[in-house]
């Protein structure tokens, strides 16, 4: 199973909307996804559809075992063929002081997922928008991070502080979080044919500061500003079954970046 971690700072940047569409495509095509909502706003879990229903398993149980409650209890299936989800609600805040004095906290959520790493091709995890335990533990548990950022000020702002945040994890563990599949702008603003002005200045700035930060470029294909994708979400469709095939192209470059992932995953092997 690879484990691809949605990491932006700020809210509005587009890891739901992201973790979604790319989840979508993944299972459409015949493997078997699996998706954890690590933000307590539970976005993700609402855009799927599910309702947490009374006493049932969400993230919360699940990362702190409570009342011997196993990961696979916590799984649940959606409306959609080939993908599952963990869901949570706003009571995952309460996980954060289990997981700052557990000791090893940015550990458990890989530890949780090792278990159930034969049943799925590939997890993807919708983390929160700010730096938290949360936030951690969705990192210590990837083979690579997505970073999803708003073409605007406000977009680069966040991703100075992720990539502030990744560069102090991996100067203590250069392997913690895996590999950075690629920054990922999100509402690039066009008028007709064209790009605007400031949607092009912030791409641009995007660009340098991943040279800055990474050493290299890895931009991907922006994902449009579009009330499409709004719609497809509304109304449970692939962007492919809106007839959307070059709104659909940034997603389909990134689930081509995570295929190249280097080290494919049995197991997730952190202890």
Not at 74 to 80: F, L, N, S
Not at 160 to 183: A, M, N, P
């Amino acid at each position: 199973m690879i484990t691809i971690s949605s990491i932006s700072l700020a809210g509005g940047q587009g890891k739901s909307t992201t973790t979604l569409f790319l989840a979508r495509l993944l299972a459409s095509s015949g493997a078997n996804v699996l998706v954890v909502d690590g933000d307590p706003q539970s976005s993700l879990t609402t855009f799927l559809g599910f309702q947490v229903e009374a006493d049932s398993p969400t993230l919360l149980e699940v990362l702190k075992k409570q009342e011997g409650v196993e990961t696979k209890d916590g799984i649940y299936p959606t409306k959609y063929e080939n993908l599952y989800l963990i869901p949570s609600d706003d009571a995952l805040d309460k996980v954060q002081d289990y997981l700052s004095s557990s000791g090893r906290g940015a550990l458990t959520l890989g530890r949780r997922l090792k278990t159930v790493n034969s049943l799925f091709d590939y997890c993807l995890i919708d983390s929160p928008p700010q730096r938290s335990q949360i936030t951690l533990t969705s990192i210590g548990a990837s083979n690579g991070m997505i970073i999803p950022v708003e073409v605007s000020v406000k977009g680069l702002k966040s991703l100075v502080r992720t990539l502030q945040l990744i560069d102090e994890l991996k100067d203590e563990d250069e392997s913690f979080g895996g590999s950075i599949v690629g920054i990922l702008p999100f509402r690039d603003r066009w008028v007709g044919l064209r790009r605007t002005k400031e949607s092009q200045n912030n791409i641009e700035a995007m660009q340098n500061l991943s040279i800055e930060f990474l050493n290299a470029d890895l931009l991907l294909p922006t994902i449009r500003e579009s009330e499409k994708y709004k719609q497809a979400m509304n109304q449970g469709l692939t962007l492919h079954d809106m007839g959307q095939e070059d709104l659909a192209y940034p997603i389909e470059i990134l689930a081509s970046k995570i295929n190249q992932i280097a080290n494919p995953v049995e197991a997730l092997t952190r202890s």
